[in-house]
């Protein structure tokens, strides 16, 4: 099946840098969504880009279908950004439909 | 729209008891799956119900198994429970469609202790 591996698997960063996370997958995909766990476990739809640049305040994120990865951009980090980002694939074909594979995630720490 | 719902929060369960989870979708939307996360395997795909039929499963033993009724409403229900089905479970909804925009959205989880 579709593997996705994320990197890199933990960040510290101070409050106020930028960050790229990186997502590769090993095969063609239907969706590619990113979220954010808060630490009460609920995952927090971030953007939903199978391909193209997509772009919501501080965050963006552009994904590369044809060279399989995806990348996440967090500018001016606050402290409220710290938690587990996760890039999540629905492989192609229709036998794939509702079936998300996710990567181990980004733990990622802003430090005031 | 109201969001995702699931009922249970938090539920605490003894070695071979059996458990039922519930989750509601947002209006409208017909697909609904399930996922299990651990410290140690992360998030991983259990089933996904799509107009009350499973068209998907994770590879998890069939102690694990669901349903989904005529409203969207979806159940999972794990029998004979064991140490390590403790963990948070998640379920997510969408339109079920394989030939559009097919986002998930997920709920709040439910998180289940086995003792």
């Known amino acids: 099946g579709i593997q996705v591996e994320q990197s890199p698997p933990d960040l510290i960063l101070q409050e106020g840098a930028n960050s790229t996370l990186r997502c590769n997958f090993s095969d063609s995909v239907n969706n590619l969504q990113w979220f954010h766990q808060n630490p009460w476990g609920q995952l927090i739809n971030l953007f939903y880009?199978?391909?193209g640049t997509k772009q919501n305040g501080r965050l963006s994120a552009t994904t590369v279908a044809t060279e399989r990865y995806s990348l996440l951009y967090i500018s001016s980090s606050q402290t409220t950004d710290s938690g587990v980002y996760f890039c999540?694939?629905?492989?192609?074909?229709?036998?794939?439909?509702?079936?998300?594979?996710f990567g181990q995630g980004t733990t990622l720490q802003v430090k005031p | 729209k109201a969001g995702v719902t699931q009922t249970p929060r938090y539920l605490i369960k003894t070695r071979g008891q059996q458990v039922t989870l519930s989750c509601s979708p947002i209006s409208g939307h017909r697909s609904v799956s399930w996922y299990q996360q651990t410290p140690g395997q992360g998030l991983q795909f259990l089933f996904e119900y799509f107009s009350e039929t499973q068209r998907n499963k994770g590879n998890f033993p069939g102690r694990f198994s669901g349903r989904q009724f005529s409203n969207s409403r979806s159940e999972m229900n794990v029998s004979t429970l064991e140490l390590g089905d403790s963990a948070l479970y998640l379920c997510?909804?969408?339109?079920?469609?394989?030939?559009?925009?097919?986002?998930?959205?997920f709920g709040p989880g439910t998180r289940l202790t086995v003792l």
């Open positions: 997510a909804s969408s339109s079920g469609n394989s030939h559009s925009r097919n986002e998930q959205f």
């Open positions: 880009i199978p391909s």
């Open positions: 999540a694939v629905e492989a192609r074909g229709s036998s794939n439909t509702g079936k998300l594979i």
